[in-house]
């Protein structure tokens, strides 16, 4: 198993800034990902964080918006910048371990964005 | 195309009763998973049980067993005596081999009344 945390656990920002989330996992995961959640609603994938390399975004999230890095099998960071209220969400990580089908989950970062 | 459907947003059931929640999927895929995913109240989503489709036998952990009906595409989720801490989100998710993106349902908000 994995164990996934994050940080912050919540934040509340101004319109225009970015912030930056850190997902740490205690094991080697091969694939890592980053979801948003709007609360009681639904995880939407944002990007698939590859290790050395650009992540892979969805339909309808760019790089510019959701800068990625992965410098490492066990850790990752997502920035939402230029921050809008319409990006007040809950933002999910999760990672999978290297022949497995299993996610584990962070417990996710809260942004409330004013 | 890969879907997942909760049709149930909400549920509740009595303490110590037994609940069923539903869950329908659509892809092309023979060989794949299944998830079913439990999110309580701002707190971690875990894993509560897996299928993997080849496997005709449905999955069991405990209190929580599966109805995996694969001609149906139906994976339904049965919670026996249930308890106060099985109050949460619920989320099917569907992930087929060799592919990196897990498909999520809607939900089904499940309270457990005392």
């Known amino acids: 198993s994995a164990v996934i945390s994050q940080k912050p656990s919540r934040d509340i920002c101004q319109r225009g800034t970015s912030l930056t989330i850190q997902c740490q996992v205690d094991?080697?995961?091969?694939?890592m990902f980053w979801y948003r959640q709007q609360p009681g609603q639904s995880l939407t994938l944002i990007a698939t964080a590859n290790q050395g390399s650009e992540a892979t975004y969805e339909s309808g999230f760019v790089i510019d918006k959701f800068p990625i890095s992965r410098p490492n099998l066990t850790f990752s960071t997502l920035t939402v910048s230029n921050m809008s209220p319409e990006d007040s969400s809950i933002y999910l990580c999760?990672?999978?371990?290297?022949?497995?089908?299993?996610?584990?989950f962070g417990p996710g970062t809260r942004l409330t964005v004013l | 195309a890969q879907t997942v459907t909760q049709s149930q947003p909400e549920m509740s059931v009595q303490e110590a009763e037994t609940v069923t929640l539903s869950c329908t999927y659509d892809t092309s895929e023979s060989n794949y998973y299944l998830f079913w995913y439990k999110q309580p109240p701002s707190r971690q989503m875990i894993l509560v049980i897996r299928q993997e489709a080849y496997k005709q036998q449905n999955a069991t952990e405990n209190r929580f067993s599966v109805n995996f009906q694969k001609a149906a595409k139906s994976f339904s989720l049965k919670i026996s005596d249930s308890q106060l801490g099985d109050t949460a989100m619920y989320f099917c998710?569907?992930?087929?081999?060799?592919?990196?993106?897990?498909?999520f349902g809607a939900g089904t908000r499940l309270t457990v009344k005392p």
């Open positions: 999760s990672g999978r371990l290297a022949g497995g089908s299993e996610q584990f």
């Open positions: 998710a569907l992930l087929r081999y060799n592919n990196n993106d897990m498909r």
């Open positions: 094991s080697q995961v091969t694939m």
